[in-house]
């Protein structure tokens, strides 16, 4: 089959890829120069396991190529994956103007009967606009085309592995034959394929990302609790786990969810209810309840230092989550100009980030190059990220590199009775403090 993939973010680079890796002959689409250059050199613009090799076999097996040109790329396929970025506006509501701007360029270079397919995440309702809009700038009336949304449910640092180890494929359409023709298409991933209409296939994908952001908030408030009742969180949620009905995925207390989905499908779908007359109350809770956790780190350290003004405190991990160079909505970004403001001096490190995190963190942070850089002559660590070189760190070399050995852990990474071994104090979530006895202050029972 040939096929356009319009958008080469970590969605529709991913999909390109792994469809020509099946076996079609793919042509990607991005307005982005640099990434098309990039990419035509053989160089993933994204860190996501795997992925540049890939691209680099499809390419040189003459099944994948790379441009800017729409008209270029979808001269011959017959069939169009829409793939561009829904970023929210400023009330939470998608922005969906690349989704018009690609379905207009469709409208534009068709030339032959096309079924489009949508993989980017739109409110409900948005394929049939994407159909209208097609259908009115079409330039040969003639033309027949046919929609499918096909929601993603990749996640990224994993991407690869995902989309051919998926849990299902959702094709919705009012056309049996077009979703004869993505299901072909999908065939060799051999993953369970789930028809249904357009609109379901739209509320599914935001659906599942609301409530897998909601078993999130939920374990991160029985945290909160088990520490005000000296529970111990990782048992509580292991417990809860072995129930089938709950299942262990997902109950990872720690500082909150971020990346590029989460918060921005969270807030689209309150915005989507809000338009449809109906207050979606668990869900906004589900939000509210995030923001919060977000600074659970940055009070407990206020707590025990009484303030943070004048230390040195390193950061380590700065994507929202291991294995990606993401840097959207990352705890980081908060709770690092949260230290900033507080007066604290802030050494920072990633083993992938750091240049996303550039961009978009304060000035006044330092990036280092290892972990030993960031942690030397600190006052205390924030983790973030569960980097498996930051789980795997030698932990002796804390106090040996630190002012004084503190750590906050916003991802649970050690067990604490182990940390009071090499003499570490340590903070986590949902689970007690471990203090050196003979520092330990009364004040900080
Ligand atoms: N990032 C993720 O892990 C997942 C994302 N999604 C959804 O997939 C969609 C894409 O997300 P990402 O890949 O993360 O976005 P992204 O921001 O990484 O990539 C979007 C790409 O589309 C390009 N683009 C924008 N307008 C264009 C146009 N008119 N013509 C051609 N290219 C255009 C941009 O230059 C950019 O390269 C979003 O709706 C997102 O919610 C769904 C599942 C997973
Ligand atoms: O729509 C999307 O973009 C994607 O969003 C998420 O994928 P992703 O954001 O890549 O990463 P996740 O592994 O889901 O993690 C999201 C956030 O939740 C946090 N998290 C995750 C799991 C957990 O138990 N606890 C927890 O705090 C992570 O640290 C991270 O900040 C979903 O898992 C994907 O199925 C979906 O396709």
């Keep these: ?31 982005n120069i640099t990434k098309i250059r990039l990419l035509r050199e053989g160089k993933s613009p994204i860190f996501e396991p795997g992925l540049q090799e890939m691209i680099q076999r499809n390419m040189l097996e003459n099944r994948l190529r790379f441009t800017n040109e729409i008209n270029a790329g979808i001269d ?23 989704i018009q701007d690609a379905a207009v360029s469709i409208a534009k270079h068709i030339k032959h009967d096309v079924v489009i397919v949508t993989k980017s995440t739109v409110p409900i309702g948005t394929n ?3 159909k209208a809009i097609i259908e009115d700038h079409k330039v040969d009336k003639s033309i027949r085309v046919d929609i499918v949304s096909n929601p993603e449910f990749l996640r990224e640092g994993s991407a690869i592995s995902d989309t051919f180890n998926g849990d299902r494929i959702v094709i919705g359409s009012d056309s049996e034959k077009a979703a004869d023709i993505i299901e072909e298409i999908n065939k060799p991933f051999q993953i369970p394929i789930f028809r249904t209409s357009i609109r379901s296939a739209e509320m599914i994908k935001y659906a599942s990302n609301a409530f897998l952001a909601t078993k999130i908030s939920f374990i991160n408030e029985i945290s909160n609790l088990c520490e005000k009742l000296d529970a111990d969180v990782t048992e509580v949620a292991q417990g809860m786990g072995m129930d089938k009905r709950i299942g262990t995925h997902f109950l990872n207390a720690g500082i909150g969810y971020g990346g590029s989905c989460f918060p921005k499908d969270t807030n689209a779908l309150v915005q989507i209810a809000g338009n449809a007359n109906h207050e979606f109350e668990l869900l906004k809770s589900v939000i509210e309840v995030n923001k919060k956790q977000q600074k659970i780190l940055i009070e ?16 380590l991990g700065l ?6 160079d993401d840097m959207r909505e990352a705890a980081s970004i908060p709770v690092i100009s949260e ?10 490190y990633d083993p992938i980030a750091n240049e996303n995190a550039k961009r978009v963190l ?14 030397t002559k600190t006052d205390c660590v924030f983790i973030l990220t569960e980097w498996p070189e930051i789980v795997q760190f030698e932990l002796a070399k804390y106090p040996l590199f630190m002012n004084r050995a503190v750590i906050f852990d916003g991802r649970n990474c050690f067990d604490p009775k182990k940390l009071l071994a090499y003499r570490i104090e340590y903070h986590s979530v949902g689970r007690s403090s471990t203090y050196l006895e003979v520092l330990k202050p009364s004040i900080l029972k």
């Design 362 to 375: 304060p000035k006044e942070v330092t990036f280092c190059k290892s972990i030993e850089e960031a942690i």
């Design 1 to 31: 089959m040939k096929i356009a993939v319009i958008g080469t973010g970590y969605v529709g680079l991913v999909t390109g890829v792994c469809l020509a890796d099946i076996g079609h002959r793919v042509t990607c689409i991005d307005v």
């Design 319 to 324: 994507a929202f989550k291991p294995n990606t």
């Design 76 to 98: 011959q396929a017959s069939i169009i994956y829409i793939a561009v970025g829904t970023p929210s506006n400023e009330d939470g509501t998608a922005d969906l103007s690349a």
């Design 339 to 348: 230290l900033i403001q507080s007066g604290a001096r802030v050494l920072a």
């Design 300 to 315: 407990k350290a206020k707590k025990r230092f009484d303030s943070l003004d004048g230390l040195t405190i390193a950061v």
């Design 128 to 130: 049939d606009r994407i």
